[in-house]
T-cell receptor
C-alpha cells in the first residue's frame, strides 16, 4: 500500500541552526501539506502546496519557514534559525485530486531544539 | 471560520464494549469532508474513516462507523467491540473544499484508554 515517508524520524538540533525535514508523498498525489503537533497538543496546519507553489499558509508559517518540491518526488520543510519552541512533531501529508479524498500522513519527524 | 469540537478529553472503556467519541463541527460551507484519525503512542497519524457532507449513508470501515447527523453538525465515531490496541488519541477533522488544496482542520482530540 502506498504511503507517505518522512525522514528523519528524529532530529535534534542546536538552537539557531537550520533544519530540513524531508517527505516523499504518495506518487500520484497532487496536494501536499505540513502540520505541526507540539507534544500533547493539537495538530496545527502550517502550509499547503499545489502546482509548485504555496496554496495556503497559517500564521505560524512565517519567514522562518519555507517549503520546496525540488525534484518532483521530495517535499521539504526548511526551518531557519530554529528556536526552542519549534520543538514538535512535524507531519507531512498528501492527497489526491478532488477535495473529497482523505489526506494520508507520514509517520512524522520529531524535532527537538536544544 | 472552521471549528471542530471534541468535548471528551479522555475516556476509559472496558474491552469488548462499544465506544462513541463525540465530534461537532461548525461551518458555513455546504460541501465539506469529515475525517477521523487515530494517533497511537508511537505518534503516527492513521486515517480511519471519511464522510462527505453529501453522503446520505453513514460511513463504515470494519469496526469503525461514523454517526453523521448533518442538521446537528455532529460526526461521532463509533468503535464496536473495542480492543486493547484501540487505546490511542483520536482526532476528528474537517476539510472544506472551497479550494482544491483545502487544508484539514483538527479538533483537540480524545484520549481513549481500553481496560482489559
Amino acid at each position: 500500500e502506498p504511503e507517505v515517508t518522512q525522514t528523519p524520524s528524529h532530529q535534534v538540533t542546536q538552537m539557531g541552526q537550520e533544519v530540513i525535514l524531508r517527505c516523499v508523498p504518495i506518487s500520484n498525489h497532487l496536494y501536499f501539506y505540513w502540520y505541526r503537533q507540539i507534544l500533547g497538543q493539537k495538530v496545527e496546519f502550517l502550509v499547503s502546496f499545489y502546482n509548485n507553489e504555496i496554496s495556503e499558509k497559517s500564521e505560524i508559517f512565517d519567514d522562518q519557514f519555507s517549503v520546496e518540491r525540488p525534484d518532483g518526488s521530495n517535499f521539504t520543510l526548511k526551518i531557519r534559525s530554529t528556536k526552542l519552541e519549534d520543538s514538535a512533531m512535524y507531519f507531512c501529508a498528501s492527497s489526491g485530486e478532488g477535495a473529497w479524498t482523505e489526506a494520508f500522513f507520514g509517520q512524522g519527524t520529531r524535532l527537538t531544539v536544544v | 471560520a472552521q471549528k471542530i469540537t471534541q468535548t471528551q478529553p479522555g475516556m476509559f472503556v472496558q474491552e469488548k464494549e462499544a465506544v462513541t467519541l463525540d465530534c461537532t463541527y461548525d461551518t458555513s460551507d455546504q460541501s465539506y469532508g469529515l475525517f477521523w484519525y487515530k494517533q497511537p503512542s508511537s505518534g503516527e497519524m492513521i486515517f480511519l474513516i471519511y464522510q462527505g457532507s453529501y453522503d446520505e449513508q453513514n460511513a463504515t470501515e470494519g469496526r469503525y462507523s461514523l454517526n453523521f447527523q448533518k442538521a446537528r453538525k455532529s460526526a461521532n465515531l463509533v468503535i464496536s467491540a473495542s480492543q486493547l490496541g484501540d487505546s490511542a488519541m483520536y482526532f476528528c477533522a474537517m476539510r472544506e473544499p472551497y479550494s482544491s488544496a483545502s487544508k484539514i482542520i483538527f479538533g483537540s482530540g480524545t484520549r481513549l484508554s481500553i481496560r482489559p
